[in-house]
C-alpha cells in the first residue's frame, strides 16, 4: 500500500477498547475516555515501525489497563497524558524487544528540518552532544534516574524502584545532575571509571 493512502487508512482507521481487563475487571471510564480521544494522534508515535493498527491498538489496550490500574490505586491528574507516557513506553519496549531499525527518507529528513516545532539539524545534534556529555559527568545514581525520566516513567514509578520517595527522587536527580552542570560548564571531566 503506498505510503499516503496507508497514512490516510490509519486516520480513517477507528480504535476500539474492551472495557474491562484480562481478568475481567471493569476498566476506568476517565482513562477510556481519555484513550478514545487522544488514539488516532497517539498513535502515530514510531507508526512506520510498528506492524500495523491492529499491533499499535493491542500496546494500547494494554497502556490502557495499565493505567486503569493505576488510576484505581492514586489520583492521576492528567490521565491523556499519563496514557501517553505510558503508550509510548510500551512502544518502545515493544520495538527495542524487536530491535527493529527503520530507514529513513530524505523526504522525511527534510520536512522534520524545515518544521517550525523542532529545532535546526545542528541544534539538534548539539543538543544531543551535550545531553551524551552531560550523562557521562552524572553519578550512576543519576544517570539511572535521567534514564527512566528519558524512559518516561513519573517520579512516583521511579521511587517505587528504587523503594524510596518521590521527594527524595527529585532531589537526588536534581542534586546529581547540578553537579554534572557544574563539571560540564568548567570543561572539566570526570574518569572514566564511574560508569555505571
Known amino acids: ?4 493512502r496507508c497514512e490516510s487508512f490509519m ?3 477507528r480504535f476500539w477498547f474492551y472495557d474491562r481487563d484480562k481478568k475481567g475487571q471493569p476498566l476506568d471510564p476517565t482513562i477510556l475516555k481519555a484513550a478514545e480521544k487522544i488514539a488516532p494522534k497517539l498513535t502515530r508515535y514510531r507508526q ?5 493498527e491492529s499491533t499499535a491498538n493491542d500496546i494500547l489496550q494494554t497502556a490502557v489497563e495499565a493505567a486503569s490500574s493505576a488510576i484505581s490505586r492514586r489520583s492521576i491528574e492528567n490521565p491523556a497524558s499519563y496514557l501517553a507516557s505510558i503508550y509510548k513506553h510500551f512502544v518502545d519496549r515493544f520495538l527495542g524487544r524487536r530491535k527493529q531499525l527503520i530507514p529513513v527518507g530524505d523526504d522525511f529528513l527534510e520536512s522534520l528540518a524545515n518544521s517550525e516545532k523542532v529545532p535546526s539539524f545542528e541544534e539538534w545534534i548539539h543538543n544531543r552532544l551535550t545531553l551524551e556529555k552531560l550523562l557521562r559527568l552524572m553519578n550512576a545514581e543519576t544517570r539511572r534516574i535521567c534514564c527512566w ?5 513519573s517520579e512516583s514509578e521511579i521511587a517505587t524502584r528504587l523503594g524510596i520517595t518521590p521527594n527524595a527522587v527529585s532531589v537526588r536527580f536534581t542534586r546529581g545532575l547540578k553537579e554534572a552542570e557544574k563539571v560540564l560548564l568548567a570543561g572539566k571531566r570526570r574518569p572514566q571509571g564511574n560508569d555505571v
Do not use: F, Q, S, T
Not at 500500500?1 to 499516503?4: A, F, H, I
Not at 512506520?48 to 500495523?52: S, V
Not at 525520566?149 to 516513567?153: D, H, I, K, T, V
Open 1 to 4: 500500500m503506498p505510503e499516503d
Open 11 to 13: 486516520a480513517r482507521y
Open 48 to 52: 512506520k515501525e510498528i506492524d500495523g
Open 149 to 153: 525520566r528519558l524512559e518516561g516513567y
